[in-house]
Nanobody, 112 residues
Framework: QVQLVESGGGLVQAGGSLRLSCAAS????????MGWYRQAPGKQRELVAT???????NYGASVKGRFTISRDNAKNTVYLQMNSLKPEDTAAYYC??????WGQGTQVTVSS
């Protein structure tokens, strides 16, 4: 089992940047797949990005080229660097491990 705690959300103007962090309660070296998902009000939760233990990444079409996922196994942390933010990126962002464990979410709001 692993607990995940997200941080780094906030209010930012369109075109700005934020970096989200996801701190795990234990070593993530053995966790193959970690990722970020987001959910806007009235919409389904959608994939933002995933990263494997080997460093392979996958991105949702709407964020490709703007967001970058990374992981630091030594710090038990996964990051999401978000650049060129748009109002449509406004959502609660959730960290996930192995499609099983979820964090409580962090809110990102992008103003136009």
């Amino acid at each position: 089992q692993v607990q995940l705690v997200e941080s780094g959300g906030g209010l930012v103007q369109a075109g700005g940047s934020l970096r989200l962090s996801c701190a795990a309660s234990r070593n993530i070296f053995s966790i193959n797949l970690m990722g970020w998902y987001r959910q806007a009000p009235g919409k389904q939760r959608e994939l933002v990005a995933t990263i494997t233990s080997g460093g392979n990444t996958n991105y949702g079409a709407s964020v490709k080229g703007r967001f970058t996922i990374s992981r630091d196994n030594a710090k038990n942390t996964v990051y999401l660097q978000m650049n060129s933010l748009k109002p449509e990126d406004t959502a609660a962002y959730y960290c996930n491990a192995e499609f099983i464990y979820w964090g409580q979410g962090t809110q990102v709001t992008v103003s136009s």
